[in-house]
């Protein structure tokens, strides 16, 4: 399975946006990129999730590079409740729909 | 409400005792997952299913066994066979192909 690799821990100030990278170097075509954030003792909560165009949500903006080896998830005003684990997921069709998690990165809203 | 459902979230068991963690979706889900995750981990899938009746191991399987008997319901049993238990456990369900999965509140387990 693809692997995905992300900072351990990043940190933004309130109110400002937060770029969050992931690379995928070895992302296959049929790989879609998922992204997911999870709060301390919560499950995790999907985020946002694209394959080839850049993507936007009520939540977060996908901007996926042009050769698809890395992505970035865009919170465009970050608060305090965006502090959390954001997981960034590849996923291929036909795989039993598993997903496999890395250990993430910590996001810290400094107020 | 629509989501999914754990209980209970928080379960005390003494070590050699078998243990067996629920979860219920009543989202019309095909698929339904569990993980693992310990602190300052990410998840790591134990089993999963995509249909009734049927299931796969995930990557740590050993030690957990499973049911599919109904298309809401996936629980999850910790034997005695598992070494190091005490761990938070999260179910998710979601439709077959490439769309998200919905996480369920999670299962904190202690074995002593």
């Known amino acids: 399975d693809a692997k995905t690799t992300q900072p351990n821990s990043m940190e933004s100030n309130e109110e400002e946006p937060v770029h969050l990278p992931c690379n995928h170097s070895?992302?296959?075509?049929?790989?879609?990129i998922h992204w997911y954030r999870q709060l301390p003792s919560q499950g995790p909560e999907y985020v946002i999730h694209?394959?080839?165009s850049n993507v936007n949500n009520r939540m977060a903006s996908l901007a996926i590079a042009e050769d698809r080896k890395s992505s970035t998830l865009i919170l465009h005003r970050a608060t305090l409740r965006d502090a959390a684990v954001y997981y960034c997921i590849l996923r291929a069709p036909g795989t039993g729909n598993q997903f496999y998690f890395g250990t993430g990165t910590s996001l810290t809203v400094i107020p | 409400d629509g989501g999914i459902t754990q209980s209970p979230k928080y379960l005390f068991r003494k070590e050699g005792q078998n243990v067996t963690l629920s979860c219920e979706q009543n989202l019309n889900h095909d698929a339904m997952y569990w993980y693992r995750q310990d602190p300052g981990q990410g998840l790591r899938l134990i089993y999963y299913?995509?249909?009734?009746?049927?299931?796969q191991k995930g990557d740590i399987a050993e030690g957990y066994s499973v049911s599919r008997e109904k298309k809401e319901s996936f629980p999850l049993t910790v034997t005695s066979a598992q070494k190091n238990p005490t761990a938070f456990y999260l179910c998710?369900?979601?439709?077959?192909?490439?769309?998200?999965?919905?996480f369920g509140p999670g299962t904190r387990l202690t074995v002593t």
């Open positions: 998710a369900s979601g439709k077959a192909g490439v769309g998200e999965q919905y």
């Open positions: 299913s995509q249909i009734v009746n049927d299931f």
């Open positions: 694209g394959l080839t």
């Open positions: 070895t992302i296959s075509g049929t790989d879609y």
